[in-house]
């Protein structure tokens, strides 16, 4: 494999909560109002130092989705999902968007969000953008 470069992001950034890679910029937000397995997620228009799992179709609140899991390169951490293909028409404006969940990464603060008990199990996507 060859030699990885790591993107370092100027301004307010999520990372990963394991190993502090940096993600994304709050800039890059379009919705805050998507659910993951872990509770709350943001759809983002760019992210970084991530590699793309399979792809594979999934159900989700929404409907059906081609997706890939995306993973942090600094630690290899599972990070949130990348959309490549919408098979709803509605939903085509999330194609190439990635999801971070926020169990999984650092906000800008450094904080971390914490899942709750009453938490949504299930298909993971947003309920109304």
């Known amino acids: 494999m060859g030699r990885l470069f790591?993107?370092?992001?100027e301004g307010k950034v999520y990372s990963?909560?394991?190993?502090?890679?940096?993600?994304?910029?709050?800039d890059d937000?379009?919705?805050?109002?998507?659910?993951?397995?872990h509770g709350k997620a943001y759809l983002f228009s760019k992210v970084v130092n991530v590699s793309d799992g399979e792809k594979e179709d999934r159900?989700?609140?929404t409907g059906l989705h081609t997706v890939v899991d995306i993973f942090c390169i600094g630690c290899g951490s599972?990070?949130?999902w990348k959309y490549e293909f919408a098979h709803e028409k509605g939903q085509k404006y999330k194609e190439g968007k990635s999801v971070l969940?926020?169990?999984?990464?650092?906000?800008?603060d450094g904080s971390h969000y914490w899942v709750s008990h009453e938490t949504h199990v299930g298909g993971s996507d947003a309920d109304d953008v």
Request: glycine letters at 6%; proline letters at 3%.
């Open 101 to 108: 969940e926020r169990f999984k990464v650092s906000g800008p």
């Open 6 to 9: 790591v993107v370092n992001l």
């Open 78 to 80: 599972i990070v949130g």
């Open 59 to 61: 159900m989700m609140m």
């Open 29 to 37: 937000i379009v919705s805050k109002t998507f659910q993951s397995r």
């Open 16 to 26: 990963c909560k394991h190993c502090k890679t940096h993600l994304a910029l709050v």
